[in-house]
């Protein structure tokens, strides 16, 4: 059987990478403490805030300024900023695990991240056109998606098995609520295009810095560096081979399916929600922002409960199924939700299956990762292709499917029950892995 070329690269082919102390002096067999716990949380609020705000309302409120009556455009902004941080994420991911400097490898990126966030504020509230728009996306895409994923990276570095079911619910929660204050926020400021972008962007840079000077990261200018990185192996770094790892393989399938499910829906709920009311866009950031906020309940009871119970109970392969299950089930109730108190059943139902689904699924990917002490960034890299390349391509769908409904109030039936369809054969995919990990 061939070896990976990294792995060889850097001296280790053992396939369960056994180490619980690896080469840059962490104990992973430690409870992380609960103040690195918590800024790891209020980072990962902070940076869902600055990336996740602009996709589901101020790119669609400024998208109306600029040109009316083009929402199927907004797809197509969302899948090329997909594409650019497809392309970052390994890039940062396999230089981070190369990385040495006193401050670690992780938390430079995460400083990147916020510069380049903050950049793409005025290119968002001053583009004059479609084109400045895209890439006012695509600078922040990348930014606040390097932030999240050198989050991510420490997770895996310092994060016991005991702990990741919990640590990823919460994480996770973070994710589901972070939105909910965002919207509000910055529904206050729909006719201010400077401010409109400015104010998630500048908490998310608030709160991810909280995180980069209090949380401490070991020196890493002595940690084996292995051969010098080129471009040749940096290509070959993109791909694993599936038989040497096969639960880590299978996961990815089954992420791949669920997150193209979502990915088709959550750039058009601005407009989802303003057909299914009747209202304008501008006036529906009020509506998100309360139905939201009633799915922080749902939210809170996915994310804690799937992570607690994961770590405590039955197998995670169970949970991730059923998540997958309860998401369905909240997509189809949406599809043909024409009422306020029909929608909000919908999001409650949706946001506890994405919620279940983030806390055991990550939980579940930290579980099945090959060579966590030396490649934790490059292997996290080619699991985020499970969400990202379907957040790339789905955007670009969904204007397809859209437009196969017979008629503009049945778009959506169309777009949802897709949706809840491959989110169900996501849930299954993961029950091919055998009895390792839970």
Not at 17 to 23: K, L, N, Q, V
Request: with cysteine; proline share 5%; aromatic share 10%.
């Amino acid at each position: 059987m061939s070896v990976d070329p990294m792995i060889a690269a850097q001296g280790s082919v053992d396939p369960g990478d056994p180490s619980t102390i690896a080469d840059d002096g962490v104990d992973r067999e430690s409870r992380a403490p609960w103040h690195t716990i918590l800024l790891l949380v209020v980072a990962s609020f902070g940076s869902g805030i600055a990336l996740i705000v602009p996709m589901v309302f101020s790119m669609a409120v400024r998208l109306t300024e600029l040109a009316p009556d083009s929402e199927q455009v907004l797809g197509f902004i969302l899948g090329a900023g997909a594409v650019c941080s497809l392309v970052a994420a390994p890039l940062t991911g396999i230089v981070s695990d190369r990385t040495r400097t006193r401050w670690g490898r992780r938390k430079p990126f995460a400083v990147l991240g916020i510069v380049i966030g903050l950049a793409a504020v005025p290119v968002f509230a001053f583009g004059p056109n479609l084109v400045v728009l895209g890439l006012g996306w695509m600078l922040t895409s990348v930014a606040w998606g390097t932030t999240g994923a050198s989050i991510g990276n420490l997770l895996a570095d310092r994060l016991p098995e005991r702990q990741r079911g919990q640590v990823s619910g919460l994480v996770n929660l973070a994710g589901q609520v972070s939105p909910v204050l965002g919207i509000l926020v910055a529904g206050q400021f729909a006719d201010d295009s400077v401010l409109l972008f400015l104010i998630p962007a500048a908490i998310g840079a608030a709160l991810v810095g909280m995180f980069v000077v209090f949380v401490h990261e070991p020196d890493s200018r002595d940690m084996q560096l292995g051969e010098p990185l080129t471009v040749a192996r940096f290509i070959r770094s993109l791909a694993f081979h599936p038989r040497q790892h096969p639960r880590f393989a299978w996961v990815l399938s089954g992420r791949f399916f669920f997150f193209f499910g979502l990915s088709l829906t959550v750039a058009y709920g601005t407009y989802f929600y303003a057909q299914r009311l009747g209202v304008s866009v501008t006036e529906v950031s009020t509506v998100m922002a309360a139905i939201s906020a009633l799915g922080i309940v749902s939210a809170s009871l996915g994310a804690l409960g799937a992570g607690w119970l994961s770590d405590r109970v039955g197998t995670r392969r169970g949970w991730v199924a059923a998540s997958a299950i309860v998401f369905a089930a909240g997509s189809a109730v949406s599809a043909f939700a024409w009422t306020f108190p029909m929608l909000i059943v919908g999001a409650l139902v949706t946001n506890l299956g994405i919620a279940a689904f983030g806390s055991a699924g990550q939980a579940l990917v930290l579980d099945v990762l090959p060579y966590r002490s030396t490649q934790a960034g490059r292997f996290l890299a080619i699991a985020s292709f499970s969400q990202r390349i379907p957040s790339a391509v789905a955007p670009l769908v969904a204007p397809l499917l859209l437009g196969l409904a017979a008629s503009r109030e049945s778009q959506y039936v169309v777009l949802y029950l897709a949706s809840a369809a491959l989110a169900l054969v996501g849930g299954a995919v993961p029950l091919f892995l055998g009895r390792r990990p839970r």
